[in-house]
């Protein structure tokens, strides 16, 4: 069991371009989250699939993001244009049960 | 709307002494609790998970108690270490259906030697 990975660790990008991250869970969950995080600030909610369908999306997620789970395994966050708002760290997490496991984020940021 | 509320936002300590971080939450009406640690820059790492129906959880020189009656839950670290030094972060479990977290903004803790 290697945990919850995230790729990439980093990314900067200018603002209006596409950006996608990608997220492998601990094998065995079946459930998977996606959180943003700001400096000084702790983890909000974003979206919740349970195997391969999402079934939960904050209205922090606009219609420029959007997100995937195809077969259940691997899931995908996409920011479409981005803007310098969206500089955040982007924290995936998945579980079983109750607790939920962190992966390493991927710091995003949108010069 | 549940909030959770983390006091104090920063907490500076010299090494061995005990001390205790504050959670608090509006919404009584509560799943599960979960105490995070996180180092700068880094992933959460899940330190203990409170149940509902459970009043504490002890993990090595970490205790966390949950009394949902008055919204309120504490971490308690024992002799404190510069490696304990991070930002501590509790979450609500609010919602069986999707399990998402509702997080306070976290104490971030200075040990010293």
């Known amino acids: 069991d290697t945990g919850v990975s995230q790729d990439p660790r980093h990314k900067i990008t200018k603002r209006g371009q596409n950006v996608t991250f990608r997220c492998d869970p601990i094998s065995e969950h079946n459930r998977l989250y996606w959180y943003r995080q700001t400096l000084g600030q702790g983890p909000e909610f974003l979206t919740y699939f349970q195997n391969e369908a999402q079934l939960e999306k904050s209205r922090l997620l606009s219609d420029r993001f959007s997100a995937e789970r195809p077969k259940g395994s691997f899931s995908t966050l996409e920011i479409q244009r981005t803007e310098q708002g969206d500089s955040a760290m982007y924290l995936c997490?998945?579980?079983?049960?109750?607790?939920?496991?962190f992966g390493p984020g991927t710091r995003l940021t949108v010069t | 709307k549940q909030e959770v509320t983390q006091i104090p936002a920063a907490l500076s300590v010299p090494e061995g002494e005990n001390l205790v971080l504050n959670c608090s939450f509006t919404d009584s009406a509560i799943y599960n609790l979960q105490w995070f640690r996180q180092d700068p820059g880094k992933g959460l790492t899940s330190l203990l998970l409170?149940?509902?129906?459970?009043r504490e959880q002890t993990s090595g020189r970490l205790n966390a108690s949950l009394d949902k009656s008055s919204g309120r839950s504490t971490l308690y670290i024992a002799a404190s270490q510069p490696g304990d030094s991070a930002t501590y972060l509790c979450?609500?479990?609010?919602?069986?259906?999707?399990?998402?977290?509702?997080f306070g903004q976290g104490t971030t803790l200075q040990v010293k030697p």
């Open positions: 997490a998945s579980s079983h049960s109750y607790e939920q496991y």
């Open positions: 409170i149940q509902s129906s459970q």
């Open positions: 979450a609500i479990h609010g919602s069986s259906n999707t399990g998402k977290l509702i």
